[in-house]
T-cell receptor
């Protein structure tokens, strides 16, 4: 049973527009969420994170929103750039001191120039 | 080095052979993970090392898989008697925790193909 779900395997967005990547989770014990970005032939790189005590975290063009009641988070990229084209993974941690990330299957974002 | 490194980058082997995959974590990071990513799947946790504590091996899919970490630094993941279903990208990550931020830094991975 998948505890972290990214239901859209792919997404295409025009350059300059907003990209919204969604992630749902089922485990109510998750309290820290991360987004990773992965280019082909490279390992994932950390992008942005959010603690469950917050509902928004912003870093430049990237904003993550968390809706705990809906067990849903989303990553917004504004404005989208061609270099943002990659696979984006949502991941979650549960509990203080936990260390085992649970990943979604990823969403492939294509930003069209 | 500046980041996590892994070797080899690609490994093609025949079914039944043993393989060893190597990970050099970021210097100073005491926590190290192995994950694998099969085609069309997310990252699957395999094993976790933290300092001198006993490793968490709960993610290893079978007893053909083992890992060790020598001197609290370099780690080797060994797969014995490889099967075709072992084909995947094996990723290593080391972990940094500071000021409430918990970040794992990934290596580029080793793509294993079992023929």
């Amino acid at each position: 049973d998948q505890q972290v779900k990214q239901n859209s395997p792919s997404l295409s967005v025009q350059e300059g527009r907003i990209s919204i990547l969604n992630c749902d989770y089922t485990n109510s014990m998750f309290d820290y969420f991360l987004w990773y970005k992965k280019y082909p032939a490279e390992g994932p790189t950390f992008l942005i994170s959010i603690s469950s005590i917050k509902d928004k975290n912003e870093d430049g063009r990237f904003t993550v929103f968390l809706n705990k009641s809906a067990k849903h988070l989303s990553l917004h990229i504004v404005p989208s750039q061609p270099g943002d084209s990659a696979v984006y993974f949502c991941a979650a941690l549960s509990g203080a001191g936990s260390y085992q990330l649970t990943f979604g299957k990823g969403t492939k974002l294509s930003v069209i120039p | 080095g500046a980041g996590v490194s892994q070797s080899p980058s690609n490994k093609v082997t025949e079914k039944g052979k043993d393989v060893e995959l190597r990970c050099d974590p970021i210097s100073g990071h005491t926590a190290l993970y192995w994950y694998r990513q099969s085609l069309g799947q997310g990252l699957e946790f395999l094993i976790y090392f933290q300092g001198n504590s006993a490793p968490d091996k709960s993610g290893l899919p079978s007893d053909r898989f083992s890992a060790e970490r020598t001197g609290g630094s370099v780690s080797t993941l060994t797969i014995q008697r490889t099967q075709q279903e072992d084909s995947a990208v094996y990723l290593c990550a080391s972990r940094w925790t500071s000021g409430g931020t918990d970040t794992q830094y990934f290596g580029p991975g080793t793509r294993l193909t079992v023929l």
